[in-house]
């Protein structure tokens, strides 16, 4: 009698908990965030999430427990109801990142945080590669991500250009689901943007996350680090002027190769004082190199064009390189765990 009515009465004293999807009638666990239940299934769980599975083997609902919903067994979690949605949907139907517009990244963002509470592994992982993939942890994926940025220059949601998600949101989601390799690209971006649109403009808004005082100082050093890196490039376009001069120099005593130099050096001075999305040092060493194989009047012989450039990208490699010990974390081969080198 008292098991045939316990899913009644426990309805009659739970009246405002709202049924939700993913809502299986054959499901045996009822998973209740902020008064929404959904009804999945305990194996489907327990498979995925080492978390989940502990539960089931702990706890036993007893009689006194109010630990039923409509006959079944219940878990009470403090999750967001979207987010938790999205996670048991997840298990279910598996996932499809995106980066269309911040939506995308919140979703993302909503699976990383929950596959890492809930230590689901193989979809964390999902998560974490789709984040590198927006927010590179190597170089050669940060140059196809700032090749396609340019190519998508125009293109804005919420204010933010591709990936269409602010610096301040990994940040914050880097330190929720410990994974801080993905901090030195995502204090790199920020220091490519005006502070006014990093901190002033969307504050408050769901497209920004407020920095903490720490990160904040971290901000300042690492614009510092990055100014500095810039300032340098352009000095060593000056003063290592002759070791650009390659031994097969097809040009007359290097003359017309000695002028392109000059070219690019002025050139050089222009790019430092823009910022905006794309710019910082990495940037400004991609357009110098641009603008010597393009648009540089004379042009430089191509032996000449080609050690520059080398020595160009080895300035672009270091400038990398050094993003993480900025912010006082170990260099890049220790920081990313192997699963994503
Ligand atoms: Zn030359």
Known sequence: MEGDNNGELTAVEEPSIT???????????????????????????????EVFAGMFTITQPTASDISTFEGR?????????????NLLTALYDGVDFNSRNLDDFLYLAGIARLSTKYMIHQLRQRAIRYLISINPVTHERYKEWAA??????????????????????IIRLAKDINAEFLLPCAFYRLTLSQPKHNF??????????????????????MDEHMRMSLLAFVR???????????????????????????????????????????????????????????????TACSPCTRLFIASAEESRRAIWDQLPGYLGLPGWAELIPEEYK
């Open 148 to 169: 396609e940025a340019i190519s998508r220059e125009k293109a804005q949601e919420d204010g933010e250009p591709w990936p269409y998600v602010h610096s301040s949101l």
């Open 236 to 298: 060593g376009l000056s003063d290592n002027r002759d070791t650009f001069l390659s031994k097969d120099c097809e040009s007359m005593e290097g003359d017309n190769c000695y002028e392109a130099f000059d070219k690019v050096l002025e050139y050089a001075k222009t790019t430092m004082v823009l910022k905006g999305p794309l710019r910082g040092p990495d940037g400004a060493v991609r357009r110098v190199i641009q603008f010597l194989r393009d648009k540089c009047k004379p």
């Open 19 to 49: 049924r939700s999807e993913p809502w299986f009638e054959d499901g045996n666990i009822v998973v209740i965030t902020e008064r929404t239940a959904f009804c999945v299934h305990k194996a489907q769980l327990a498979r995925q999430s």
């Open 200 to 221: 002033e403009t969307y504050i408050g808004t769901r497209s920004r996350s407020l920095l903490s005082s720490q990160e904040m100082f971290k901000y300042v050093i």
């Open 73 to 85: 067994d219940v878990v009470h979690v403090h999750d967001a109801v979207e987010d938790l949605k």
